[in-house]
Every structure is written in structure tokens, then in C-alpha cells.
């Protein structure tokens, strides 16, 4: 190697993925490999992303020594043999890699392969060190690769790794989405806007603060900074909702449900539920992207009416105009002055300066502000406005163009772009500028794949977008998806080790105006239901068995695009689709907390005009009447349950005919006056139907409910025997959500037999069953059979500190008036008559509210108070 070159940095200090090919002929397969390196969080070390000042044969060697793994592509072409070599970089790349695992995918050739490409992968055939398979698109080499790459280092890992001891306890699986985002990347230049606004929301008689400003010009990172200023320094909660999938003033309610981890049961409304989860504490919400739904502003503030303890801080390009409001209007970051000849040091104290050089180096880290570039550099700050997020963007495109030539290009583009958007403020024309020029330099699949993301809400995989694009897409939607991601037009994270992506707000409304002038707009819509209701059909059975905590998460993420499937289903009448979707994902709207939306889309279906097919019918019946059968006066609640199952019955569904009966035997139950006798009629019945069709998932829940009725009716030993058929049906299915109701009602069958010990194993299993599928309700149920427990053995303390959590959890997830199945209060009634009365209140009332994750702690940590 040159020994003048110095060190030649790779792209970044992760885990290195050398990739070898010849350069042109697979440039697709190239993308798609850097893809599958970094969906796995490992670093790609390819050619065209590093430093081009240095020869070619050093720049190689160089990343090849610090790399970890060798990927060698190979098609036809052997690649160019410089004057002074004997062999081609592609081969000099593998004689190298003698010490790195090696990877080599083989595409199947259309012509003839060169001779000395022959040559060199017969020595790869014969290398023992090299592992190598055969592909045909850029797409089966992606699976491979990252199949091959997380293969190789769990290989690895285990080499190394120690025994592990067993964990102590069941992670918590938290499904909510109100945790403040954690940044990537630094907040530079808001240091006086973050003191300002932190300073506000300080002043007690200050409860709504609005930052207004355009779109990209940092609300959101501010308020984020803000509010993780605020929970460091100020006691209290702050939790995140995230507007930009929103487009109905009406659904800020749920969004502000899901952030803060309220279930809509259905029992009451959602203001109603939101209320009652905030009275009790001191609470910070940053609602981010206010602007498309301002008619919710009084949302805002009759919470913050009934909640004294609440404050907002809102993101918004317009102001609410509510009461109480206060405003902070944000604006660009500063900007370099006119001099002539610019320091690079001083010129680094501007912000936007440093904003850009930051966001440079992440995708180039060798960039260096020097005297030759700070000219252009300082240029694009002011042609940009200090605008972050078109710094943002301009700054993703320095791998292909130097600063002097993305100056010459937004010379020649801007003024050709700001036509079309003279009514707008000047700071937004700089972004809106700044976006096209972005997507002028994409090619048109690319331009093309980025309107058609504009549909998806709140994020979407790959998977998803691979389908919306269809056929019609001329290249491949994974390169083209790489190329946006590359051009920060799109955001890639990783979710439960899958890649998801995300466009911003403004970005998503840019490519939503070229959709919709494209033509396609409906079009697109209905491929996005389309893609949903496939989904939701294939993995209906998955929900019931050893996959159901997998998609219980994967369903939550998508929770703002199931609800735009539905919502385009029922705006385009298509009444038939909307119940068979809602139908095949029952078990996630259970277990989400999410019955009470499904009971407002039936109502919606019932209340069409036309006739309904019969299991459509049946279908809006039961989510309507079910969810509310302990509310609402039997004689509503039974006769639709009744004329659900037999609706299903004439449609020959089996298992919708014994679920029905369920709800109608559960409505005999609550009614004033119970009736056990047809009760139980219909739910043998029931078990019967579900046992013809073989549904293991509905026999369990007929006999846990068949369990219920024997036990009200103190049939103890009848009730465990069904509770264990019950458990080991679900068992069997390795399901977790009947695993964990059959447990619990075990648990209460126990108890009452007098077997604590056995009663206690059951309750914390349950409990901790619900923690790890991140079922809330679940959790109060198994708090509240650990609380009996604790009651029963005379353990005060653990009982009052256990019944706060239950009680608060409750109130904050919207539980509190659910439908119940639990006697903890029996077993408490001794001990609040007696002289310990003031010991458990006390337990109950002081001390400070828990999270999730620390009551299921204390709860499973057995006796100790």
C-alpha cells in the first residue's frame, strides 16, 4: 500500500462487510447486498462509498483489512487487469481475504462466462474457507445474503459465549408507542430555543406551549430535546404521540390512547378513559404534527380542563388559536456570513454550517470543511435558508456530488422550481425546492416509488411496499427503496429485527401531491387495503398459536395502516371486506385494547344502507353486542348475540357460530338475573360446534367459560377440570393469550379450593405470560389473584402495594371499568373490617406509581414486602 496514503478510513466503526463484484454489471445486485448488510445493523465496505482521492488498489486493500467478512458476487465479466497487475481487482480482492469467512454468490449465467472468471471460481469451488451458492435476482441474492450473514455470526457467537443463567423473570413486552424518540443525531444550533421553551413549560400557569414554523425547519427535534430536558430535571411523566399518520381530527383521541397505553374496551369513550388514566398524575404530552387535524385542539384543552396536573407541548406550522395557548415560532439556523474568504473554523460556528458538515460526514466520514470547499459549503447554507431538514438532503448527496458541484446544481434547479409554489411561506418554497431537486436527481422508478409510499401510514415494511408497487414498477422496489434511503428521503430502523420504514411528514405530503396528480391516487388506496386484508387472511391462524406474540408486534407497528385499510373499505362501501378484516385480526384487537374502534367500524357496516350478506351481518353483531354485553340491558345485548350465531349457522361458519354463543351464554350471566341453566346450553353447544370443526383456539375459550359458569356455581372440582383442558388445549398451541386466561381462572378455582400454593404457581404464570405478549389486561388479572393471595396469608403490606399497581393500571390503560372476572375484593372485605384496615390503605396509597415492567418485578418476586 502507499505508505503516503495514511490510513483510509472505512464508512463506519460496526461490525465490516467487505463486498467484492465488478462494479457496473452488478451494480443491482451490489445495492441489494448493502441492503441485506444493513438490515442486520453490520457495516457494507464497498468501493463506491469511500474516499475517491486514493488509488483504487490502496482503497481496496486498505477496507480489506479491516473488514470482518469477505462477500465475493460473481456473474460473467473477470473485471479489468490494470498494466502493472497480473490478475484483475476482483481476483486480487479474494487472493486477500485468506483470513476473513468468505461468502460467495454465484448469478447463473446468461451468455458466456470470461475464461478467467472460469479459472477463479474453480479455485473457489475448492476452497475449503469459502462457502458458496447459486442466485438468480437481486432479490433471492438479499434473502440469502442476510440468511448466510446471521448464520455466520450466531456460528460465531456461540464459539465464544458463556452459560447464561436463566432469567429471573419474563421481559415486559411493551406495545405502546408514547416513549420520547430517541435521535440519531445531535440537536445542533437550538441551544437558546431549548432553554426558551424548557423555561415556559416551567411556569405553573403555563400549560399549552404551540412551536410553530414550517415544515422541516425542526419543531419536532426541538420538542423532542425539550422533553427529554423536561424528564431529567422535572418530576413527572412525558409521553410522545406522533401525529403524521393522522388525518381525521376525530382519531387524535386514539393516537393519544395508544401513546399513553389506554385501551378503547368500548365501555365508555375514549375522553372518558383518558381522563380517568391522567387525573392522578403529573404529565407532559408532546403532540407532534398538529396541523392536519386542528379541529382536535379542543381535545387539548378539555383535557387539560379536567386534568390540572397536564401540560402540551404542540408541534404545528399554524398556530391552535385555543385558549391558554402560548406560541414559539422557530426559525432557520444561522447562517455563515457574506465574506469573501471564509476560515473553515469560524465558519464551523455557524450552525447551519455545522448541521450540515455533521450530517456530511455520516455519509462520508473522511469529509473535511477545507479552504477549497467552505466557499460552496457556506453557498448551499444560505441558497438553502438554514432550512435543517433541506440541509438534511442536500447534505445526502455528497457521495456524488462535491460541494461545488451541488452548488451549481441548486443554482440551476431552484429558480426553475419556485414557480409552483409562490403562495407559500419563503422558508417552506426553500424546503419544497429542496425536495424536488432532491427527487430530480432520482431516476423515475425511484420518483415513482416514492409517491406511491406517500400511502402507507405511520411506517411500512418492505414487504408492504414490495406489494403496493406492483408489477407495474420497471426495476426493482428493494433498489429503488435503497436509493430513497441513501437519498434521506426515507428512513430505515430497525424494529424487533426487522427492517421498517418511515418518510417524514413532509415528505410523505410531497409524495401524496404527486400521487394524487399522477392519477392513481385511489388506485394505490385500494392496493394498500388490498395488501392489508391478504395480511390479516394469511396470518389468522398464526394469531392463535406459537406466532402470536411475533404478530400481536408486528400488527401493533401497523396499527395506523390497519385502520386506513378499514377506513378506505368502509368510505368505498365495501362492507363484505371490512367484517372478513376485522373477523381474521379479533384476536389482535383483543389483545391491542383496540375492541372499542372495532365496535365504531360495525356500527358504521350495520347502519349501510342495502342488505347485508348474512355474515357480514353476523359479524357486526358480535363485535357490536359482545363488547358491550356487561353494559348494556340484555334485552339488546342477547337477541343480537342470538341472531349473530344464527346468521353463522346459515352460512355454515362454524366456529363464528360457537363464538357467538359465548357471548350469548357470558350475557346470561351478567344479566340481574342469571341464568346458568341456558347459560350453559349454549355453551355446550358451543364446544360441540368447535370440536366438529377442529378449533382447538375456540374449544379452549368455550371451556374456560364453561369453567366460569361451574365455578359461580361452586362445582369446584368441574371448574379445574375444564380450566386444565382449557390450559392444555392452548398449550398444545403453544398460544400464549389462552394460556394465560386459563391459568388465571385456574388460579381463582384453586384459591377457592384452599390449594394457595398451587393458586399462587398459577396466578404468576398468567401474569407473567400476559408481561411477555404485552397484554395489560391480562397483567391487572394476574395482580389481582396475587393480591387474594397475599390477603389470604395475611400479608398486608404486599397486598396494599400490589392493589395500588392493580388500580393504577387499570385507570391508566382504560381498564377500570372493563368487563372482570376476579374475587380479590372477597378476600380483601376481612382485613378492611378489621384492625390492619389503616396498615393496607396506607400500602395502597403511598408510595409512587410503578411502570409495567417493575409491578410485574415486584409481583413475581414472591413474598417480600
Not at 463506519?12 to 452488478?26: A, G, H, I, N, P
Not at 436463566?166 to 424518540?181: F, K, L, S
Not at 396541523?291 to 402540551?312: G, N, R, S, W
Request: aromatic share 6%.
Amino acid at each position: 500500500m502507499n505508505p503516503s496514503a495514511g490510513v483510509i478510513r472505512t464508512p463506519d466503526q460496526r461490525l465490516r462487510v467487505f463486498v467484492s463484484s465488478t462494479l457496473k454489471e452488478l451494480a443491482p445486485e451490489r445495492r441489494a447486498a448493502r441492503v441485506a448488510v444493513e438490515r442486520l445493523h453490520l457495516a457494507p465496505v464497498m468501493f463506491e462509498l469511500g474516499a475517491r482521492p486514493h488509488p483504487p488498489r490502496d482503497l481496496y486493500r486498505a477496507y480489506l483489512e479491516q473488514s470482518d467478512v469477505f462477500v465475493g458476487l460473481y456473474w460473467e465479466a473477470y473485471g479489468w487487469v490494470a498494466p502493472t497487475e497480473t490478475v484483475s481487482g476482483l481476483e486480487d480482492e479474494y487472493n486477500l481475504a485468506t483470513r476473513l469467512p468468505k461468502l460467495i454468490y454465484i448469478k447463473e449465467p446468461k451468455g458466456i462466462r470470461e475464461p478467467r472468471l472460469v479459472e477463479l471460481l474453480d479455485r473457489i469451488r475448492n476452497d475449503d474457507g469459502a462457502s458458496f451458492k447459486y442466485f438468480s435476482t437481486p432479490q433471492e441474492l438479499r434473502r440469502l445474503l442476510e440468511d448466510d450473514l446471521a448464520t455466520l455470526l450466531a456460528e460465531r457467537f456461540d464459539l465464544s459465549r458463556r452459560p447464561l443463567p436463566p432469567p429471573e423473570r419474563p421481559p415486559v413486552t411493551d406495545t405502546d408507542t408514547g416513549a420520547i424518540p430517541a435521535p440519531l443525531t445531535s440537536l445542533i444550533g437550538r441551544d437558546d430555543e431549548l432553554l426558551a421553551v424548557e423555561a415556559m413549560l416551567r411556569r405553573e400557569s403555563v400549560r399549552l406551549v404551540t412551536l410553530t414554523g414550517p415544515g422541516g425547519i425542526g419543531k419536532s427535534r426541538l420538542a423532542i430535546g425539550v422533553a427529554k430536558l423536561l424528564s431529567e430535571s422535572v418530576p413527572g411523566e412525558v409521553a410522545f404521540v406522533d401525529l403524521a399518520p393522522v388525518q381525521d381530527a376525530a382519531l387524535v383521541p386514539n393516537a393519544i390512547a395508544q401513546a399513553l397505553g389506554v385501551r378503547d374496551t368500548g365501555d365508555q369513550t375514549l375522553e372518558e378513559k383518558l381522563t380517568t388514566a391522567l387525573r392522578q398524575r403529573r404529565m407532559l404530552i408532546v403532540v407532534d404534527n398538529f396541523e392536519q387535524v386542528l379541529d382536535a385542539a379542543t381535545t387539548l384543552t378539555a383535557l387539560l380542563t379536567m386534568v390540572p396536573t397536564l401540560k402540551f407541548l404542540v408541534t404545528s406550522r399554524t398556530l391552535l388559536r385555543v385558549t391558554g395557548e402560548h406560541t414559539y415560532e422557530i426559525g432557520p439556523l444561522a447562517l455563515p456570513g457574506p465574506r469573501a474568504r471564509l476560515d473553515p473554523a469560524e465558519l464551523l460556528d455557524s450552525a447551519s454550517v455545522a448541521l450540515f458538515v455533521e450530517r456530511v460526514r455520516a455519509v462520508k466520514p473522511d469529509f473535511e470543511l477545507t479552504a477549497d470547499n467552505a466557499h460552496a459549503v457556506a453557498a448551499i447554507c444560505r441558497e438553502l435558508d438554514g432550512v435543517p431538514l433541506a440541509l438534511e438532503l442536500a447534505a445526502a448527496r455528497i457521495r456524488t456530488l462535491a460541494p461545488a458541484a451541488m452548488l451549481a446544481r441548486l443554482d440551476r434547479r431552484l429558480p426553475l422550481l419556485s414557480a409552483g409554489a409562490k403562495d407559500l411561506p419563503p422558508r417552506q418554497q426553500t424546503l419544497r425546492r429542496t425536495i424536488e431537486w432532491s427527487t430530480q436527481l432520482l431516476g423515475p422508478d425511484e420518483k415513482r416509488l416514492l409517491a406511491l409510499l406517500g400511502v402507507f401510514a405511520g411506517g411500512f415494511s418492505l414487504e408492504a411496499a414490495e406489494f403496493v408497487a406492483g408489477d407495474a414498477a420497471h426495476a426493482d422496489p428493494l433498489t429503488s427503496l435503497g436509493i430513497l434511503v441513501d437519498n434521506s428521503l426515507v428512513r430505515e430502523q430497525d424494529c424487533r429485527g426487522r427492517s421498517r420504514f418511515s418518510i417524514l411528514a413532509t415528505v410523505r405530503e410531497y409524495a401524496l401531491e404527486q400521487l394524487e396528480a399522477s392519477g392513481t391516487f385511489e388506485a394505490i388506496r385500494a392496493r394498500h387495503a388490498e395488501y392489508y386484508v391478504e395480511l390479516a387472511d394469511r396470518i389468522e391462524f398464526d394469531l392463535e398459536g406459537v406466532h402470536q406474540r411475533e404478530w400481536v408486534g408486528r400488527l401493533n407497528d401497523d396499527r395506523d395502516n390497519l385502520r386506513a385499510a378499514v377506513r378506505f373499505l368502509l368510505d368505498h362501501d365495501d362492507w363484505d371486506t371490512a367484517a372478513r378484516f376485522a373477523w381474521d385480526l379479533f384476536i389482535f384487537w383483543w389483545v391491542g385494547g383496540l375492541l372499542g374502534e372495532v365496535r365504531g367500524w360495525m356500527e358504521e357496516v350495520l347502519a349501510a344502507k342495502g342488505a347485508l350478506t348474512d355474515r357480514t351481518r353476523a359479524i357486526a353483531l358480535y363485535f357490536t353486542r359482545s363488547i358491550t354485553l356487561w353494559q348494556d340491558p340484555n334485552e339488546w345485548v342477547v337477541p343480537g348475540l342470538t341472531e349473530s350465531a344464527e346468521l353463522f349457522h346459515r352460512v355454515h361458519d362454524r366456529s363464528g357460530e360457537g363464538l357467538s354463543l359465548i357471548s350469548v351464554a357470558l350475557a346470561l350471566l351478567a344479566d340481574e338475573k342469571p341464568d346458568p341453566v341456558h347459560a350453559d346450553e349454549a355453551l355446550m353447544k358451543s364446544l360441540e360446534l368447535f370440536r366438529e370443526q377442529g378449533d382447538g383456539w375456540g374449544e379452549a375459550m368455550a371451556l374456560v367459560t364453561l369453567g366460569r359458569v361451574a365455578l359461580m356455581d361452586q362445582k369446584i372440582h368441574r371448574s379445574v377440570h375444564r380450566f386444565q383442558e382449557s390450559l392444555s388445549l392452548a398449550r398444545d398451541r403453544h398460544e400464549e393469550l389462552g394460556t394465560a386466561i386459563a391459568l388465571h381462572h385456574l388460579g381463582w378455582a384453586k384459591l377457592v379450593a384452599g390449594s394457595i400454593d398451587e393458586a399462587r404457581d398459577a396466578f404468576n404464570e398468567s401474569l407473567a405470560t400476559s408481561a411477555a405478549l404485552g397484554h395489560a389486561e391480562g397483567v391487572a388479572y394476574g395482580l389481582e389473584g396475587l393480591i387474594a393471595i397475599a390477603a389470604a396469608e395475611g400479608e398486608i403490606q404486599r397486598a396494599g402495594r400490589l392493589l395500588r399497581a392493580a388500580e393504577a393500571l387499570r385507570r391508566q390503560t382504560g381498564l377500570y371499568n372493563a368487563t372482570s372476572f376476579s374475587f380479590h375484593q372477597h378476600y380483601l372485605a376481612p382485613i378492611l373490617a378489621g384492625d390492619d384496615a389503616s396498615d393496607l390503605e396506607a400500602a395502597r396509597t403511598e408510595g409512587r406509581d410503578m411502570s409495567m415492567e417493575d409491578v410485574v418485578a415486584f409481583a413475581l418476586a414472591g413474598h417480600a414486602s
